[in-house]
């Protein structure tokens, strides 16, 4: 897997993780604070339009309705 594959990957995964979780508080901002560290990790510098850009497409993530069952 290249780096970019991997970063998308990541990035990815971050979004099916907060339109997952059941957790109800926060989960846009621990989203945001992994995408920083999959992006530091990477060495990528973000611009604060980019930023924002992600921020929205989280946020959409963290509207969802989860397709989890809960028991």
Known sequence: MTDKEQYLKAMELILDAVAMSDYKENRTDIGMYLVGLVVADHREKLSSVQ???????????????SPKMCI
């Open 51 to 65: 930023v924002d850009q992600l921020r929205q497409i989280i946020e959409m993530a963290d509207d969802a309705e």
